[in-house]
């Protein structure tokens, strides 16, 4: 994405709904077919909305020291989840 | 990166940019492209730490409104004639054009077939008639209305007892049971055969402008619905010891699949559900013959009555009408079927008309459900029916 916004370019994409997340695993499966939760908190980095047609697309800029991966847990229900990562 | 089944075109395809993004996720994924060479809808199917792989498919206006209305799929809008494949570089050159088709691309990589553009396009309720002889051209009548009256029986019973459960908003008096079950029809597929709907507009329920004023409505009825889907498909771990409402044992039967027949799968899902523990359910005939075990134990024994009365207070948003000054020395409480509507309201409109109901009257329901509604021919004393 070399014209992309370089600031949107060094975000991580997530959705706060697992319906918007199931979605996209749907529609683009070479994704991934795994859909993890996290529950973010202010000392995991920074997050914006930055919606267009998916409603709670959220840009999230971790900081440097977090360890990102060990934060999400796999789902496969929309039970409990909020704050989505793909 | 996979091998491309396709034929190398000596195409640049220089000075290609998105011309309107209609999904973005870390960057454009689905954008259209006006070129010289035509004009594309673009979708990423794949990707290394080299390249990108699109899809470019042939399209126009109409078929980018289409998929933006959700009256056709993601995959149906990909599925053109011919597409190119195009490998495009993290410096947006493009660096090889194929030739090939959506059936040459390998299935893993493509959209669901139910996949819609945005997840807000995604359907209320689908419901898939699945079988083996089920295809495009050769999907019979039957199966097509029985996937229509098992999709709106199932959503009127639920909306009854949804309704029946909760107070209305004064701003939703004018919503009635019909418009939540006699929903527009969204798309249909022959993947086995498929029909969707969509949620009714709400500005012409006159419920405002809003579109999401009914989710409170849909989720408790996406709620009973997972609640009679989960024990009409237990898994192995669940125990077989769960008891299911009437009401919802109602709605469940002419969901499944019959016993015998094309159909021996259904496939519901759709946002109804999307707060539930799964997004799409399959209801196999052990399903069927489950909930055929369970009515046969728990459904109270339905008594036929006749009776000949005058039409009287017809719900037309509840279907049921009062059936008055009857031969059975009282009013009888009636619920029709769609079917009948038409029947029952012309002689709703004809005062003076005598109408008799074939139907059954079920213990604790305070409605005789009508199965069949004649008119009472009237002959007037000193007119004699002519023999001829």
């Known amino acids: ?86 | 990166m996979w091998d491309v089944k396709g034929t190398p075109l000596p195409v640049k395809f220089e000075n290609w940019v998105p011309d309107r993004v209609l999904y973005d996720f870390d960057g454009p994924r689905i954008f259209t492209v006006r070129h010289e060479l035509g004009d594309f809808l673009a979708y990423v199917c794949d990707e290394d730490d080299q390249i990108a792989r699109y899809l470019l498919a042939p399209t126009n206006d109409d078929t980018v409104a289409a998929l933006e209305k959700g009256t056709c799929t993601m995959r149906e809008t990909l599925a053109q004639p011919w597409l190119w494949v195009i490998d495009v570089g993290f410096d947006d050159v493009p660096r090889q054009v194929w030739r090939s088709t959506l059936e040459a691309i390998p299935e893993t990589l493509l959209p669901k077939p139910w996949a819609m553009l945005w997840p807000n396009l995604e359907p209320l309720l689908a419901v898939r008639m699945i079988g083996p002889n089920l295809a495009k051209g050769r999907i019979p009548a039957s199966v097509i209305k029985r996937a229509v009256e098992g999709a709106t029986y199932a959503l009127k019973k639920l909306a009854e007892l949804m309704l029946s459960s909760r107070p209305q908003r004064p701003e939703q008096r004018s919503l009635t049971v019909r418009h939540l079950y006699d929903l527009p029809t969204q798309h249909l597929a022959f993947n086995s055969f498929e029909i969707a709907f969509r949620a009714p507009d709400t500005a012409q329920l006159r419920l405002g402008e809003q579109d999401d004023v009914l989710e409170p409505e849909y989720d408790e009825m996406g709620r009973r619905l997972a609640e009679a889907l989960e024990w009409a498909t237990p898994l192995a771990s669940d125990q077989d010891s769960r008891t299911i409402d009437l009401d919802l044992l109602d709605a469940l039967k002419k969901l499944v699949p019959p016993q015998t027949g094309l159909v021996e799968q259904v496939e519901v899902r759709g946002r109804l559900l999307r707060h539930q523990p799964r997004p799409a359910y399959t209801l196999t005939r052990e399903a069927t013959r489950r909930v055929g075990r369970a009515r046969t134990q728990r459904e109270p024994q339905a008594t036929p009555l006749t009776a000949t009365g005058l039409i009287e207070e017809f719900d037309k948003g509840r279907l049921t009408f009062i059936l008055r000054y009857t031969d059975a020395g009282r009013d009888i409480n009636c619920a029709i079927t769609d079917e009948l509507y038409d029947e029952v309201m012309e002689l709703f409109q004809q005062d003076e008309v005598r109408a008799t109901i074939f139907g059954l009257e079920i213990p604790g329901n305070r409605f005789v459900e009508v199965i069949h509604i004649a008119r009472v021919l009237e002959t007037p004393v000193d007119q004699p029916v002519n023999p001829a």
Request: aromatic share 8%.
């Open chain 1, 1 to 86: 994405m070399p014209k992309a916004p370089p600031c949107l370019r060094h975000g991580l994409s997530t959705f706060r709904r697992y319906e918007e997340a199931s979605h996209q695993r749907d529609l683009f499966p070479a994704l991934g077919d795994k859909i993890a939760m996290a529950e973010l908190k202010p000392e995991h980095g920074k997050t914006k909305l930055t919606q267009g047609k998916q409603p709670t697309h959220t840009t999230w800029w971790p900081y440097e020291e977090v360890q990102r991966a060990s934060l999400f847990r796999c789902v496969d229900t929309p039970l409990g989840s909020n704050n989505v990562g793909r």
